[in-house]
């Protein structure tokens, strides 16, 4: 973490939306090592904040629980009171079924994330972070479509509230948090010898949960308004990550790779055989960075589109297909950063 982002955050009271998930989760973690001087946990989920309770400690007491929906304003009213910066994580994630609930997604991610700007605005919170994904770059699918208008409505309110610094950070797939098939593949083996694969030949961006939560704490100190924050990201193909995962499972367990069964099923509704970072028009104006992609708005571009750096970028590194693809040994690398064998018990 470099010191601009410490200053930053220390001293600062700050809301978490989603912080009991994953990726929320690790954002408190990380926040608590920068010396805040409040951090509020916003979630709807009893049994998680009670879990996060008992890990956090009682000594823990700049941390607050607030049992809320970011579905009710009201709520979120309250919980901003003399905040400084909000990230906003809660969001429903999980592409299939936001495809079999689109109601519950708009619900969740676009008036959700409306409730969370407007009150931001309200309460005068000087900058806001929201937590969007690759999939809402030319989307196919429900989840993907509503983060895209999450997207826009961050963007928009940037221009109305220029009292709120709001910006956006775009994660591809984030090994070993919630919902990540990784644990899923390697619990299928333990139990079942078997392991269920959509189509080896798809292809993920992937970083681990420090590197996002890395990446959306620069984009909270960097952020002028409006701006895509996109980890330089490295991409995997998921027949490799199955080969990882059935070879070091099958070592760990003492298991013989040849008694696992492996499954090719299809795509799951609404899902892509590649991904891709941020779509044609907006590398126009994009501003490429050593660690990172920033898209900005169309109007910060017009007005400093000679700014060094800007303009058409290395498409190579935009799109899963494209890209260089992960070793096998990179992929164990990125797994044991990410802390996967430490949270499965073999």
Same mark, same amino acid.
């Given at each position: 973490m470099d010191q601009a982002t410490r200053e930053f955050i220390s001293g600062k009271n700050i809301l978490v939306t989603g912080g009991c998930g994953s990726i929320g989760g690790t954002i408190v973690r990380e926040l608590l090592k920068l010396d805040p001087k409040v951090v509020r946990i916003f979630s709807r989920d009893e049994g998680k904040h009670f879990d996060m309770q008992q890990e956090l400690g009682p000594s823990e007491t700049r941390i607050r629980y607030l049992i809320g929906d970011i579905r009710d304003r009201s709520r979120l009213h309250t919980a901003m009171r003399d905040v400084d910066l909000v990230f906003h994580a809660a969001a429903l994630k999980h592409v299939p079924l936001c495809e079999y609930n689109p109601f519950e997604a708009v619900q969740t991610n676009v008036i959700g994330t409306q409730n969370v700007i407007m009150e931001a605005a309200e309460r005068g919170v000087k900058?806001? /972070?929201?937590?969007?994904?690759?999939? #809402?770059?030319?989307?196919?699918?429900?989840?993907?479509?509503?983060?895209?208008?999450?997207?826009?409505? /961050? #963007?928009?309110?940037?221009?109305?509230? =220029?009292?709120?610094?709001?910006?956006?950070?775009?994660?591809?797939? !984030?090994?070993?948090?919630?919902?990540? /098939? /990784? =644990?899923?593949? %390697?619990?299928? %083996?333990?139990?079942?010898?078997?392991?269920? !694969?959509?189509? =080896? #030949? @798809?292809?993920?961006? @992937?970083?681990?949960?420090?590197?996002?939560?890395?990446?959306?704490?620069?984009?909270?100190?960097?952020?002028?308004?409006?701006?895509?924050? %996109?980890?330089k990201m490295p991409v995997l193909k998921l027949g490799d990550l199955v080969d990882v995962i059935v070879e070091d499972t099958c070592k760990r367990a003492d298991i013989a790779v040849s008694d696992v069964k492996r499954h090719v099923v299809g795509f799951r509704p609404g899902e892509k055989l590649h991904e891709g970072l941020f779509s044609e028009e907006e590398t126009t104006r994009t501003e490429e960075r050593e660690d990172m992609f920033v898209v900005h708005t169309l109007d910060e571009y017009i007005s400093v589109n000679k700014r060094q750096g800007w303009g058409p970028v290395n498409t190579d590194l935009l799109l899963s297909d494209k890209a260089p693809l992960m070793s096998h040994d990179e992929i164990r690398q990125m797994m044991a950063d990410a802390g996967v064998w430490e949270k499965i018990r073999i």
């Open positions: 900058r806001m /972070v929201a937590i969007s994904t690759d999939k #809402a770059m030319t989307p196919v699918n429900t989840m993907g479509a509503s983060k895209l208008l999450a997207e826009k409505l /961050v #963007a928009a309110a940037s221009q109305w509230n =220029p009292m709120t610094r709001l910006a956006c950070v775009r994660f591809g797939n !984030v090994m070993g948090s919630r919902g990540s /098939v /990784v =644990p899923t593949m %390697i619990r299928s %083996i333990l139990d079942k010898r078997e392991i269920f !694969v959509t189509d =080896p #030949a @798809m292809t993920r961006f @992937m970083m681990t949960i420090q590197q996002a939560v890395h990446l959306t704490f620069k984009a909270s100190a960097e952020a002028h308004g409006g701006e895509i924050f %996109i980890f």
